[in-house]
């Protein structure tokens, strides 16, 4: 049935209703010992008024009543699973922070390791290059050496030459040239035969 065909129902019964009520207090003007029958008519009146108001409700608040506890159940269903995955992440995040202190713990002994590792590295670095500085310095040094003595030699061999021919020519005159120009001749002249 429509809302508005029950509307009309219950309009026409209340109308009739008020027709009968207006009736019987007309006949209770016309006959005052008509006092009981009007106390009927309300009673009647009442009763059919209640009887339409409990059929009213009857017929629409069940549903409503009924749509409004499944959204309730709803919620409090809904709610409860928030609650309980709120409640799982509260645990996973208290586990977490349990677990932090050891994580900077052990996050603290690698960083010290590591560290000390790096320190050690270094040295290790430090070393090897102090190392290969020192045998590029020995071998500079060596080479700087040897480049020396090479001129010394060189100059010694000039001085040598220098004083030899100094000498040569302080003794080397024109007859004892041409005595060992002589002597040369003759010792290849000697050979040839």
């Not at 509307?7 to 026409?12: E, H, L, N, Q, R």
């Not at 409990?54 to 609650?83: D, H, M, Y």
């Not at 050690?120 to 040094?141: C, F, Q, T």
């Not at 001129?151 to 005595?179: C, I």
């Amino acid at each position: 049935m429509s809302l508005r065909r029950i509307i009309w129902i219950a309009t026409s019964v209340c109308a009739a209703l008020l027709v009968c009520t207006c009736v019987a207090s007309a006949a209770e003007e016309a006959n005052s010992a008509t006092g009981h029958a009007t106390e009927l008519f309300k009673w009647i009146n009442f009763g059919i008024l209640a009887a339409v108001l409990l059929w009213v409700f009857a017929a629409k608040l069940p549903p409503v009543f009924r749509a409004n506890a499944e959204t309730i159940a709803s919620a409090i269903t809904k709610a409860t699973a928030v609650k309980a995955e709120a409640d799982k992440q509260l645990a996973e995040a208290e586990a977490k922070l349990a677990r932090l202190e050891q994580e900077i713990a052990l996050m603290r002994v690698s960083a010290e390791k590591e560290a000390a590792a790096d320190a050690e590295r270094i040295r290790e670095m430090a070393k090897s290059d102090a190392e290969k500085v020192s045998l590029a310095a020995k071998a500079e040094m060596e080479a700087a050496e040897r480049a020396a003595r090479m001129e010394l030699k060189a100059l010694a061999a000039k001085l040598a030459v220098d004083g030899a021919e100094s000498l040569l020519a302080k003794q080397l005159t024109a007859q004892a040239q041409e005595s060992l120009v002589t002597g040369f001749v003759a010792s290849l002249e000697g050979r040839l035969n």
